[in-house]
């Protein structure tokens, strides 16, 4: 079943987003399928239609982990200062008007939206915390951080363009 199966799997995955972990989690799939297979309980009736729904469960575990996975923008530079090395006047200057270019934009998104992306970035804070701190439902915080982050990529966007 492995040898049958493997490439279709293997092109699931690559077309959903996942080239580079497309071999682990073929892996993956068959292990689920023959843990399941090891358990107490009733036989799996369809092995194949089994595989593959544990591979689109895989598969969407999967996006929802690089969707979700944020690095806060200070780790970011960080750790990109600390692959460089010393910094240089120009890069010291480059992110000074980066920094300076995403407050201006921080500051023209409504209030609760400002609020949200800096709560998440900046404090590291679950969107459970911040629904908590707000007093609103986590849903309404993902939908304020998908605003702000589409009008800060598309101002980010723009500028890349006009330079």
């Known amino acids: 079943m492995f040898v049958e199966h493997a490439p279709l799997l293997r ?3 690559t077309r959903r987003g996942a080239r580079q972990d497309a ?7 068959y292990l689920r399928l023959l843990r399941a297979h090891e358990g107490p309980g009733e036989a799996i009736a369809n092995p194949e239609a089994y595989l593959f729904t544990v591979a689109l ?3 969407r575990e999967q996006a929802a982990r690089r969707r979700w996975s944020t690095v806060p923008i200070e780790d970011l530079e960080q750790l990109r200062q600390g692959v460089a090395g010393e910094e240089s006047v120009e890069d010291a200057a480059e992110r ?4 300076q270019h995403l407050q201006r934009l921080l500051a023209t998104l409504p209030e609760h ?7 998440q970035y900046r404090d590291g804070l679950s969107y459970k915390q911040i629904a908590e701190r707000l007093g609103v ?4 915080v993902k939908k304020h951080v998908v ?8 101002a980010l966007m723009d500028r890349a363009e006009a330079s």
């Open 137 to 140: 439902s986590p849903h309404m």
């Open 147 to 154: 605003r702000g982050l589409s009008v800060c990529r598309r």
């Open 23 to 29: 071999e682990d989690l073929v892996q993956e799939t």
């Open 113 to 119: 939206t400002r609020a949200v992306l800096v709560m």
């Open 11 to 13: 092109g699931f995955f």
């Open 96 to 99: 000074e008007q980066r920094s």
């Open 57 to 59: 469960n895989l598969s």
